[in-house]
């Protein structure tokens, strides 16, 4: 991951930047062998540059902590859930292009600021 702006979470510390965190969190559940999320990553670090103050970007490796993505239903990836006071505002599932992703950032946020 080339970003300093994106968080690597675990089952081990999710619960501290995300749940507890007092802003958004996109969290990209996504696995090193996922052709889909290494298609999705550069997005993902673009919104992390874009948001930065306003959302905080994290991914979450499956294979390594297994037990967090279970507990949100994440069945398949890259799946990318926006978390904010300890609840998810959104998800959107699969390799979406940029515009998409873009979009459900934009409305997960209005949701938190509301």
Same mark, same amino acid.
């Given at each position: 991951?080339?970003?300093?702006?994106?968080k *690597?979470?675990?089952?081990?510390?999710?619960a501290?930047?995300?749940?507890?965190?007092?802003? =958004?969190?996109l969290?990209? +559940?996504w696995a090193?062998?996922?052709a889909?999320?290494?298609a999705?990553?550069p997005h993902?670090e673009k919104l992390?540059?874009?948001y930065?103050g306003?959302l905080?970007?994290?991914?979450?490796? *499956?294979?390594?902590s297994n037990?967090?993505p279970t507990?949100?239903?994440v069945?398949?990836? =890259?799946t990318l859930l926006? +978390?904010?006071?300890?609840k998810v505002l959104?998800q959107?599932?699969g390799?979406?292009p940029?515009p998409?992703i873009?979009?459900?950032?934009?409305?997960a946020?209005?949701?938190?600021?509301h």
């Amino acid at each position: 991951m080339a970003s300093s702006l994106i968080k *690597i979470l675990t089952d081990a510390n999710f619960a501290a930047e995300v749940l507890q965190s007092d802003k =958004p969190t996109l969290v990209d +559940f996504w696995a090193t062998w996922c052709a889909p999320c290494r298609a999705i990553a550069p997005h993902v670090e673009k919104l992390a540059e874009k948001y930065t103050g306003k959302l905080n970007v994290g991914k979450l490796d *499956i294979d390594s902590s297994n037990k967090t993505p279970t507990t949100y239903d994440v069945r398949s990836i =890259p799946t990318l859930l926006i +978390f904010h006071k300890g609840k998810v505002l959104g998800q959107l599932v699969g390799a979406a292009p940029l515009p998409k992703i873009e979009a459900f950032v934009a409305d997960a946020l209005a949701k938190a600021a509301h």
